[in-house]
């Protein structure tokens, strides 16, 4: 649902001849100056399709894929928005390596209000933006900062959101968690998050183009059988605990609360078997806590602490890993998620 009220920061504009384009896709980041949609006209001038890109500012995969479009001059089967969110995050020095500006909220957590502050009024014109338009779909491209195939999320596996999901990759996890993500606010048309893989990886920039380009070439998005795409169920979320540290090493360090392999985001879309070291504590407690949609702590459930090391007491597929302590800290270590027929 749109906010309404917001004072807008994002600045829509008509999209340029493909030839005034910078070629530099950081020239392009910095001519944009701060959010920006661009809007490109279609064979079908009657419907819209939007992409989003750039709410986290260190996930810049959409960004080039839009940027790559953009400059290719293909006109779409129907109206396109392109929007690049976090430009002034992006643009920080070094590029493409801060979540949010210093200081404010993460943005793609800040779809459910207050949109009172810079941040706010970012996500609530965005929401009004979409409304407006009468959008038939939407997909946001994000990346992860851990290894990861293509895949998308949504808050139903519903034929529409598959069918999106299936222009980039095979798997849809089907989120229940209440983040404030674009996705969980959006609800005048089918939309995905799509995860296009690593930061930085040159196959996730090309999974992100060649999606834009099909979804955006598209004269029909939903129409067919139902793509080969496995479903997901995400129901738990992996914090650390308020008050303890955490670091990313292959060995215990003793100088922190948890100690976690940095290369554990290799168990991706992976099942973990019971009895595997997921990690190492400091203290014999368990510095990890996973919450349900519910918020409840189901840690007990699923690790156990034996001397300092930290176990899977049962079988479980983890997702979205990241290896970054940083931002482990400040969003989440992984989610855990289980098949659904």
């Given amino acids: 649902m749109a906010a309404t009220g917001v004072s807008h920061l994002l600045d829509v504009r008509d999209a340029p001849a493909p030839t005034t384009l910078a070629d530099n896709p950081l020239t392009f980041l910095t001519s944009l100056g701060g959010p920006v949609a661009w809007r490109v006209p279609g064979r079908d001038r009657r419907r819209v399709r939007v992409v989003t890109t750039l ?14 479009w953009l400059r290719s001059g293909i006109q779409p089967a129907v109206d396109a928005l392109c929007v690049i969110a976090n430009v002034e995050a992006a643009a920080l020095h070094p590029v493409f390596t801060h979540r949010s500006l210093p200081r404010q909220r993460d943005l793609n957590r800040s779809f459910h209000g207050p949109f009172d502050d810079a941040t706010g009024r970012v996500a609530g014109s965005l929401l009004e933006l979409i409304e407006a338009s009468r959008a038939e ?7 992860n900062t851990g290894r990861n195939p293509a895949y998308g999320v949504g808050i139903q596996p519903t034929p529409e959101r598959l069918q999106l999901t299936a222009l980039f990759g095979r798997d849809f996890v089907w989120s229940r968690l209440a983040l404030g993500a674009l996705l969980e606010a959006v609800d005048t048309c089918p939309a995905v998050t799509i995860e296009v893989g690593k930061s930085g990886d040159d196959a996730a920039d090309a999974v992100a183009l060649d999606g834009v380009t099909r979804f955006f070439g598209a004269d029909r998005l939903f129409s067919g059988a139902l793509p080969p795409v496995r479903v997901l169920e995400m129901p738990m979320r992996a914090r650390v605990r308020q008050g303890c540290s955490l670091v990313m090493a292959q060995q215990p360090t003793g100088s922190a609360d948890l100690t976690m392999p940095d290369d554990l985001d290799r168990h991706n879309f992976q099942t973990v078997p019971a009895g595997s070291r997921i990690g190492w504590t400091r203290d014999g407690a368990c510095p990890l806590g996973l919450f349900d949609a519910e918020g409840r702590d189901r840690a007990a459930d699923y690790f156990e602490v034996r001397g300092n090391e930290l176990i899977a007491h049962r079988p479980f597929m983890p997702i979205m890993i990241t290896a970054d302590a940083q931002i482990a ?7 855990i998620v289980h098949e659904v027929s």
């Avoid at 709410?55 to 790559?68: K, T, V, Y």
């Avoid at 800290?329 to 989610?335: I, R, T, W």
């Fill in 329 to 335: 800290m400040s969003d989440c270590l992984f989610y």
């Fill in 137 to 143: 779909a939407l997909v946001d491209l994000h990346n």
């Fill in 55 to 68: 709410l986290h500012g260190n996930e810049p995969s959409g960004f080039l894929a839009l940027h790559a």
